[in-house]
C-alpha cells in the first residue's frame, strides 16, 4: 500500500489514555504535526472508570512525595515531575473548567465527583490544538525504518518520525489496556519486565472472612507474611533481603480495609497487593492484620481482665465488642470456637489471649488476587534503564518514546499512578 500525503505525520500517538492525551497535546502545542491513535471508540475509557468513575487525578503532595512514594522506581520520575507536578496537574485540569478539591485522605477529585469532567478538561486543550485524534484504529504493526516508523493500523499505513507509546499495562483489560505495547517495545529491542497486577483485591478460602463481605474496618495494621505453613527451605526462598539482612515481611501499610464475599479489599489491602502477585507461592503467605492498632496488646489484655472483672455476668462477645465492630467480635469467638453465651467471669487467661491474638495478629491466609480484571495498575512492563528519563525517549531507538503505564512504573493507590501518567506523557510530547 503507498503512503499518502496525509498519512506522514510529525508525531503518532498509540493510546489516547491519560499519558497520550497530555502528550498528543503538547506535541501538537510544540508545531508538531500530530495524531493520536485509539483503538476504543472514544478516548479515556479508563478515565471514567477510575477511582469508582471519580478519578483520583493526583495527591496533594509535591513532587518529592511523589518520589517518595514510588520507592526504586522514584528517581525516575525527577523530570517528569519537574516539569508537571501535582500543583501543576490540578492548575492546568482546573484552567480548562474542572475544579478540583483534596479529600481527608489526600487524594485529589473533582469538585463534580465525575470522571467525565476531567477528560472534558483534557480533551478542551485538546482539541484547541491542530492535534488529530483517530478512534478505532487499533495498531497492528509497528516497524522502525532508517529514521522514521511505519505504524500499520487497521484502516491504514502511516508515517511518524516519532513515535509515542502510551497503551496502558494489562489491568482493566475491559477498557482496551491489554497490554499491546509490550509486543511492539519487545520488537523494537526493549525488554519487558514480566508484567504482574498491582492495586488489585486479595482472595482467601479462609470463609469466617468472606462471611463479614460488606464490613469495613477505617484503620488497619497490615503484613504480607510467610505463613507457617512454608517449611523452612520454603521460608528461605520467599523471606525477602534488603543490603543482605531478611526482612521480617514482604510489605508493610496501614490504612482502610473491607471484607469482601471474596476475600479482601480496601486500600490497604490493594497498596500489599504487589507482594503477593510478585510471590512465586503466594499460598505460602498470610495476611497478618492488626485490627485495632493504637492499642498495644498488653494494653488490650489489661482493659479486658478489667472489664472482665467489672461485669462477670455481660458476655464475653459485647465486652470485646467495645473494642472492634460487632461483626468481627462474632467472627472472631465463632473462629476461636469460644460459645458467643461465655460470661465474662468464666473468661480464662488462655482464651482471653487468644482473642487479642485475634485482634491484633490475624492471619488470613492468602489463596492469591483477583487478577488483572479487577487490578487498578500493572507493574512490570518497559524496563525504565532503556528510557532516558531525561526525555522519555528509547536509548535503543531513537525517535520512540514511552509514556505511562506501559512502563515498569507502579505507585500506591491515591492519585500517585495517574500522576506519573500525565508527567511522563507531558515530557514525551515535550521532546518528540
Not at 498528543?24 to 508545531?31: C, I, K, N
Amino acid at each position: 500500500m503507498g503512503l499518502k500525503v496525509q498519512d506522514a505525520w510529525d508525531v503518532v500517538v498509540v493510546g489516547a489514555g491519560a499519558a497520550g492525551l497530555i502528550a498528543a497535546t503538547q506535541a501538537a502545542e510544540r508545531g508538531r504535526r500530530t495524531l493520536l491513535l485509539e483503538k476504543n471508540a472514544r478516548p479515556g475509557v479508563k478515565i471514567l472508570m477510575s477511582g469508582g468513575t471519580r478519578c483520583n487525578l493526583t495527591q496533594s503532595t509535591d513532587k518529592w512525595g511523589i518520589v517518595k512514594a514510588y520507592g526504586d522506581q522514584g528517581n525516575f520520575l525527577h523530570s517528569a515531575l519537574a516539569q508537571l507536578g501535582p500543583a501543576d496537574l490540578v492548575k492546568r485540569i482546573e484552567d480548562d473548567g474542572c475544579p478540583t478539591k483534596v479529600e481527608e485522605t489526600g487524594k485529589i477529585f473533582p469538585v463534580s465527583n465525575r470522571a467525565g469532567d476531567v477528560l472534558a478538561a483534557l480533551m478542551k486543550r485538546f482539541e484547541r490544538t491542530s492535534a488529530q485524534l483517530a478512534t478505532q484504529e487499533p495498531v497492528a504493526e509497528i516497524r522502525h525504518e532508517s529514521e522514521t516508523f511505519r505504524i500499520v493500523t487497521a484502516k491504514r499505513e502511516l508515517q511518524a518520525a516519532s513515535l509515542i507509546i502510551t497503551t496502558g499495562g494489562k489491568s482493566y483489560p475491559g477498557s482496551g489496556t491489554t497490554g499491546d505495547g509490550y509486543a511492539w517495545a519487545r520488537s523494537l529491542g526493549h525488554t519487558i519486565v514480566p508484567p504482574r497486577p498491582a492495586l488489585v483485591p486479595i482472595t482467601t478460602n479462609a470463609t469466617w472472612v468472606q462471611q463479614l463481605k460488606g464490613l469495613t474496618i477505617p484503620d488497619v495494621d497490615l503484613r504480607i507474611m510467610i505463613s507457617a505453613r512454608a517449611t523452612p527451605e520454603q521460608r528461605e526462598a520467599l523471606t525477602p533481603k534488603s543490603k543482605g539482612k531478611r526482612q521480617p515481611y514482604l510489605a508493610h501499610r496501614r490504612g482502610s480495609f473491607l471484607f469482601t464475599h471474596f476475600g479482601l479489599s480496601g486500600p490497604a489491602v490493594l497498596d500489599v497487593s504487589r507482594a503477593v502477585t510478585g510471590c512465586e507461592s503466594p499460598t505460602l503467605l498470610d495476611l497478618v492484620c492488626d485490627f485495632l492498632p493504637d492499642v498495644l496488646a498488653e494494653q488490650l489484655d489489661e482493659r479486658l481482665r478489667l472489664e472482665c472483672a467489672a461485669e462477670g455476668k455481660k458476655q464475653v462477645m459485647g465486652i470485646v465488642s467495645h473494642h472492634v465492630p460487632r461483626r468481627l467480635a462474632e467472627a472472631l469467638m465463632s473462629e476461636l470456637q469460644l460459645s458467643p453465651e461465655l460470661r465474662a467471669a468464666d473468661l480464662s487467661k488462655k482464651d482471653r489471649a487468644r482473642i487479642i491474638a485475634g485482634i491484633k495478629q490475624n492471619a488470613i491466609p492468602v489463596s492469591g488476587t483477583r487478577g488483572f480484571a479487577k487490578a487498578e495498575v500493572t507493574a512490570g512492563g518497559v524496563a525504565l534503564n532503556e528510557v532516558d528519563s531525561h526525555t522519555m525517549q528509547s536509548k535503543l531507538a531513537p525517535g520512540l518514546y514511552f509514556a505511562g503505564e506501559v512502563l515498569d512504573l507502579d505507585g500506591p493507590i491515591g492519585g500517585y499512578n495517574f500522576q506519573a501518567a500525565f508527567s511522563t506523557g507531558l515530557l514525551a510530547g515535550m521532546h518528540a
